[in-house]
């Protein structure tokens, strides 16, 4: 989500670029959801640091309705069982 290991990500431009919390500016989280990744990792609703990508990535309906909590993070649910 931070752009630490997607191309994609870590060559978007970001307006504010530098005002936020170094390392955490930059994420696309349709781009990051249309991947249909098994399991994210992100803090709780509430939890520290309140970043952009993380409040971005709450936002998203397709997240609330296709992740659900598991250990550490989330796993996308197995729509292909009933």
């Known amino acids: ?5 997607d191309a994609h ?3 978007r431009r970001i307006p504010s670029m530098g ?3 170094a390392g955490h500016e930059k994420y696309d989280s ?5 991947q249909s990744p098994r ?4 803090a709780r609703p509430g939890g520290f640091p309140p970043v952009a990508a993380v ?7 397709l997240f609330r309705r296709l992740y659900r909590i598991d250990g ?3 796993r996308r649910l197995d729509l292909s069982r009933p």
């Open 1 to 5: 989500m931070a752009g630490l290991t």
């Open 19 to 21: 005002a936020g919390l």
């Open 30 to 34: 349709q781009y990051v959801l249309a």
């Open 72 to 74: 550490v993070g989330y």
């Open 55 to 61: 409040e971005d990535m709450w936002r998203q309906p």
């Open 39 to 42: 399991y994210i990792v992100i």
């Open 9 to 11: 990500i870590a060559h």
